[in-house]
């Protein structure tokens, strides 16, 4: 007979996002920042943009018109190529990144991972972290190659908010998630108690986590007056 693998719960979604320590603004703010990855060729340009810990922002635009590269801007992956940035030196910050199986070494499970990535704690304490992500019981002890898509996506969850971060970054966190993660998702942000800056085309996250809408047009990153629901509209009215 054909060995058939082992059938695994997989437990109701949860996120439960821990609390931050407190620290006063500002905590992450870019001047009059440009960046090009060849001279005079500017991806973005006369970049002025804070982030604290109260901000709930989402970046929208085309694609490739640099989203991504503002968000490794934020996250200190990559250089302006002129102009001042700012940055808390308390200030801890994380990146979900919608390639986050990246981040996972497939032949380790979760709880291995952990214990590789970040030693010094026991068992149960990272169990207990898995777990405010879902990743309960036997689904912590299975290689991360054999988790579907969506269980990949809490662990990566879980390793981005295991320093328990000031701001979190998220690049298209819902790719991989239910309906029902989604929503978990949701209401874990809005209880959040640190700053969320979103790229993502799920515009039900951002129009019930964001107040701040911000675009990218022509190279230049701009505030938009209004909700995501006026954004959308004047996009389609060919306004911007």
């Known amino acids: 007979m054909e060995l058939v693998e082992e059938v695994i719960e997989d437990p109701s979604c949860v996120f439960i996002f821990p ?3 407190k620290l006063r603004p500002p905590l992450l703010r870019i001047e009059d920042g440009y960046f090009g990855y060849e001279q005079n060729k500017y991806i973005l340009r006369n ?3 804070a982030v604290d810990m ?5 970046i929208v635009g085309a694609n490739g018109v640099g989203k991504s590269t503002l968000l490794k801007l934020l996250c200190g992956s990559i ?3 002129s102009g001042n940035s700012y940055r808390n030196t308390r200030l801890t910050l994380s990146m979900f990144t919608q390639h986050h199986v990246d981040q996972l070494k497939l032949p380790l499970s979760p709880l291995e991972q952990f214990m590789n990535d970040f030693p010094g704690s026991t068992q149960e304490t990272y169990r207990s972290h898995l777990g405010s992500f879902g990743v309960t019981g036997t689904l912590s002890l299975r290689p991360n190659y054999l988790l579907s898509g969506g269980q990949k996506s809490r662990v990566a969850f879980a390793l981005a908010m295991w320093k328990n971060p000031h701001i ?16 978990a998702l949701i209401i874990a942000l809005n209880n959040y108690q640190g700053g969320v800056i979103i790229v993502s085309h799920d515009q ?3 129009s019930t986590v964001c107040d701040e809408i911000w675009y990218i047009k022509d190279t230049r990153l701009k505030k938009f007056n209004g909700d995501f629901e006026d954004y959308r509209r004047q996009l389609a009215q060919g306004k911007l």
């Open 19 to 21: 609390t931050p320590d």
């Open 47 to 49: 970049i002025n943009f």
């Open 79 to 81: 250089d302006l190529t």
């Open 168 to 183: 979190l970054v998220l690049d298209e966190p819902t790719n991989h998630l239910d309906i029902d993660a989604v929503n």
């Open 204 to 206: 039900h996250l951002i």
């Open 54 to 58: 109260e901000s709930r922002i989402a």
